[in-house]
């Protein structure tokens, strides 16, 4: 069965801290992964798509790779208004068309 | 760019009741979908449409629930008969899909936050 595992469910960082975010996926057939960034009460906020193993993409302090197994989000010199949820989900094919798995996101929080 | 938009953003209904919500997609994208998100969740996909043909819906979308995408502009979801299950926030993403390789980037609205009472 498609999964899509992300961790830690939280991070708790000091302003300057960096760190990482985990995505695993057990899928077969990826058509992409992507990264969302969630404020609470709004919808998720665009941030990366990433294809083929190998491929990394960044924007500002953020930073997004891909594996075969897994992506990360790297997050540099984090700034308190970097708090949020990342969301990460994973497009894969499926009968004609696709389909898109959510992870459950990891809460960051960053304190000054 | 206007964005995707949603509307209305908060709805608070007693059990029983039917609701609609309406989404207006990103101007020409050809793609619409919509979501289901509990708190601490990640969202789960119901349905999507390419122009206004419904292509997939998941086995979430009970007989309650039904969406239109009339003219393959906006689109409506309706829930009858609501439960208090249904206390959700239901998003709404659009995209614009060239039936090429590569994934199928979805922009996001900001939600209509659904309350069942």
């Known amino acids: 069965e498609d999964q899509v595992t992300q961790s830690p469910e939280a991070l708790r960082l000091q302003e300057g801290e960096s760190s990482s975010l985990n995505c695993s996926y057990t899928?077969?057939?990826?058509?992409?992964l992507f990264w969302y960034r969630q404020d609470p009460g709004k919808g998720p906020e665009f941030l990366f798509t990433?294809?083929?193993a190998g491929e990394e993409k960044e924007k500002e302090r953020l930073k997004a790779t891909l594996t075969k197994k897994e992506s990360f989000l790297h997050i540099t010199a984090p700034k308190p208004e970097d708090s949020a949820t990342y969301l990460c989900a994973v497009q894969v094919n499926r009968g004609g068309g696709f389909k898109t798995i959510f992870g459950a996101g990891t809460r960051l929080f960053v304190k000054a | 760019d206007t964005g995707v938009s949603q509307n209305p953003r908060h709805k608070i209904t007693k059990r029983g009741q039917n609701v609609t919500f309406r989404c207006d997609p990103i101007?020409?994208?050809?793609?619409l979908y919509w979501y289901r998100q509990t708190l601490g969740q990640g969202p789960e996909f119901l349905t999507y449409?390419?122009?206004?043909?419904?292509?997939?819906k998941s086995r979430l979308l009970s007989d309650r629930f039904s969406a239109e995408r009339p003219k393959g502009s906006f689109s409506t979801l309706e829930i009858q008969r609501t439960e208090q299950g249904d206390s959700a926030m239901y998003l709404c993403?659009?995209?614009?899909?060239?039936?090429?390789?590569?994934?199928?980037?979805?922009?996001f609205g900001p939600g209509t936050r659904l309350t069942v009472l």
């Open positions: 101007s020409e994208h050809n793609r």
């Open positions: 899928v077969s057939g990826l058509r992409g």
């Open positions: 449409f390419q122009n206004e043909a419904q292509l997939e």
């Open positions: 990433l294809y083929s």
């Open positions: 993403a659009s995209s614009s899909w060239t039936g090429t390789s590569g994934g199928d980037t979805q922009y």
